[in-house]
């Protein structure tokens, strides 16, 4: 057997590995665009400029121009054809006769009549005319030459010259000549220029009016920006408000629609204008849509104010010049002139501007004020211009209680006798405690009235800011009476009420400020007790009639359609102590904004025209006297004062400590430190010189003591 091993398998070699095969692959160029064709091109240059901007100003300045020609030929033909007819007596008695007014149209008519009458006479002297007047220049030619020739014979005879007869008449003749030259040079020239005049009239005419399309008139006047208010403007307005009587009126009044319409005026930043309404269409209906009247005149709503004067079935439109009532008014006389004076009496506060442009000035004699709105719109600022004016009289008395705190009253220490700043229930308790003893000031004031009518009172001003906190504050007395409230047993309440009751008699007045009124933070009985109310932006209508009165609002005052924010410092104000327009219950003013600094500067020229007045600042409750230091204090910069005086100022500084304090009492604390009232002129006086002695005695005592 053989060991050979035969293997049936051959070894195959490996495969090589495949070649790498590159391929190349050929991007043709690309063909050449297509020229684009000549029309092609020509027509996007044509479109460019077609439709460019500066083309269609271009346009429709030509158009425009153009058409104010026929708009003015229109115009022309029209007044021409209203002057040779009788149509405007006819539109006139038409419009009369829509709006209801059929004494007016009466008398429209026999206008017409007399007006018919006249044409037909004048048409009747026509044919008497060509020989009357062949009659007149024939005499008036005779009278002529025959006065010439006598001019002539007299200076003949002046001249003994006989051929100066015929001189006056030659004269004559040659200026006839000279005439007939001049016309013959000048007519040719003006045969060319008349028709370019007669075109520029036109165009004037047209221009005036813009009688042209709409598209063809500048962009300002399209989109209505400055758009001047005319006659037809406001009939369009009033025609398109969506009151169907009213419409329907005016489309039967034909053209004559203004009839309805007073002169238009200007006033201030805007114009004024009455509006007699037909028969049928109530006040009311004008008023309610305010907004639409003012989009339909080009202007925003905040800058159409609408009034309801005297007369009947009349609304008065105060439409603003856009953008007017956004650009600021100027700083007060009392920043700009340091020479102001004011008088409670007869003077009248500056406050700012209304809506004419006009200084708009407020009397304080013996009014009650109330202002309210909403939060940061001006209230606190609006109140303290009228104080700082007020305080450069220096016969005139502050109490002022802030209840907000943040030091926007701080400018009047030393010119008040009482100023409460801060916002916790105890500030509202000391507020309280000051009206009262307001209340009790008005009633000693009161009683001596009584005792001699002649006798007069020094002004007490009793203000009081923030107003609402005191109303709502939840603090109640020892005897369980709350300090706040709307009720007979509120102490705030009742404070304030008796003062509107009687106070104005004996110039003790309260001035209030507050916010967002409600019948709970601002009760209606108080509210009303105010001879001036001013308001700022408020939310709703009711808000605005708590503020101001319904009658106020029902004849058009609108604080809740002023603008958060943007209206700051715009009152709607019901006073008698402003000057409005007849008729009017209330009028809108755009107050002087005195900023801190130099409402600080103000409130120094205030200072230094008093003789030294101590500020007495209620402290914390509950915080122990020091008597002898508070005598002192309530003495101020007097070197000696009535033992009553000193205990009312003692009943200021803390009503629960000195409120029931007599002259023993005042007596006894002097007495303890070897000091005591002395009499002087027959009254009884406390000197601060022996004041100031007992602090001294005491505390000289006291360090001997603790040695």
Not at 8 to 34: D, R
Not at 108 to 116: A, L, N, T, V, Y
Not at 388 to 407: N, P, T, Y
Request: glycine share 8%.
């Amino acid at each position: 057997m053989s060991d050979n091993v035969v293997h049936l398998h051959k070894n195959t070699p490996p495969a090589p590995e495949p070649a790498t095969v590159t391929t190349l692959t050929v991007v043709p160029e690309p063909a050449p665009a297509a020229p684009v064709p000549l029309w092609v091109r020509s027509g996007r240059v044509v479109k460019t400029a077609v439709t460019h901007e500066t083309t269609k100003a271009t346009a429709r300045a030509v158009a425009r121009h153009t058409l104010y020609v026929a708009g003015g030929a229109k115009i022309a033909a029209k007044r021409t054809w209203d002057g040779r007819t009788a149509s405007r007596y006819e539109r006139m008695f038409r419009a009369a006769e829509a709006a209801g007014n059929y004494e007016v149209a009466a008398e429209w008519e026999e206008r017409g009549q007399q007006f018919r009458a006249a044409r037909h006479r004048r048409r009747m002297d026509l044919l008497h005319s060509p020989v009357d007047a062949a009659k007149g220049i024939a005499v008036g030619t005779g009278v002529g030459i025959g006065g010439l020739v006598a001019l002539g014979i007299v200076m003949a005879i002046a001249t003994k010259d006989v051929t100066h007869v015929v001189t006056p008449l030659m004269a004559v003749v040659e200026f006839i000549n000279l005439m007939i030259t001049i016309v013959q040079v000048v007519w040719g020239p003006a045969l060319t220029i008349g028709p370019f005049l007669a075109l520029l009239a036109l165009w004037a005419v047209g221009s005036k009016q813009q009688a042209a399309p709409a598209w063809a008139l500048p962009a300002n006047v399209r989109n209505g920006e400055g758009e001047p208010i005319t006659p037809s403007i406001v009939v369009k307005a009033l025609r398109d408000l969506g009151v169907a009587p009213l419409r329907n009126a005016i489309k039967e009044m034909g053209d004559a629609g203004a009839s309805m319409l007073g002169p238009i005026r200007i006033a201030g930043c805007g114009v004024e204008v009455d509006v007699t309404l037909p028969s049928g269409v109530a006040t009311n209906e004008v008023q309610n849509r305010r907004r639409k009247l003012a989009e339909n005149l080009t202007r925003h709503e905040h800058e159409v104010f609408i009034m309801i004067p005297q007369a009947a079935r009349t609304v008065r439109l105060w439409i603003a010049d856009s953008g007017a009532l956004d650009e600021p008014i100027g700083p007060s006389p009392l920043v700009t002139d340091a020479t102001v004076t004011a008088n409670y009496q007869t003077g009248k506060a500056p406050w700012g501007q209304d809506l004419r442009g006009d200084a708009a000035e407020l009397s304080l004699y013996q009014r009650h004020l109330l202002i309210t709105g909403r939060s940061n719109q001006g209230k606190t600022a609006a109140l303290r211009a009228l104080v700082l004016w007020l305080a450069l009289d220096r016969s005139v008395q502050f109490w002022i209680a802030d209840l907000k705190g943040v030091g926007d009253w701080s400018m009047f220490n030393g010119i008040a006798d009482i100023l409460i700043e801060g916002p916790s229930d105890g500030h509202v308790i000391q507020a309280t405690e000051m009206v009262e003893d307001a209340v009790r000031e008005m009633n000693r004031r009161i009683e001596e009235r009584l005792a001699n009518p002649n006798i007069k009172f020094p002004p007490l001003i009793v203000i009081v800011d923030e107003a609402q906190k005191a109303f709502m504050c939840p603090a109640v007395d020892d005897a369980k009476r709350p300090y706040g409230g709307s009720k007979a047993t509120s102490r705030y309440f009742m404070g304030t009420r008796t003062i509107h009751n009687q106070g104005r008699a004996v110039d003790v007045l309260l001035w209030q400020g507050t916010q967002d009124p409600t019948d709970q933070n601002l009760p209606k009985l108080v509210r009303e007790g105010a001879h001036t109310r001013a308001s700022l932006v408020l939310g709703s209508e009711s808000q605005a009639k708590m503020a101001l009165g319904d009658k106020a609002v029902e004849d058009g005052a609108a604080p809740h359609m002023l603008r958060q924010g943007l209206d700051k410092g715009t009152l709607v104000v019901a006073s008698d102590g402003i000057d409005m327009p007849t008729g009017q219950s209330s009028i809108t003013v755009r107050t002087h904004f005195i900023d801190d600094e130099p409402a600080v500067e103000i409130a120094d020229r205030a200072r230094a025209l008093r003789d030294g007045v101590t500020t007495l600042r209620a402290i914390e409750r509950g915080e122990e006297r020091d008597a002898l230091a508070d005598i002192v204090a309530a003495l101020g910069e007097a070197s000696r004062l009535p033992t009553t005086d000193v205990l009312k100022r003692l009943a200021m500084l803390d009503q629960d400590t000195y409120g029931t304090w007599t002259n023993g009492d005042l007596k006894r604390v002097l007495e303890a430190q070897g000091e005591e009232p002395k009499k002087s002129h027959g009254r009884m006086v406390v000197h601060k010189d022996h004041a100031l002695r007992a602090i001294a005695h005491r505390d000289t005592d006291g360090s001997a003591s603790a040695s």
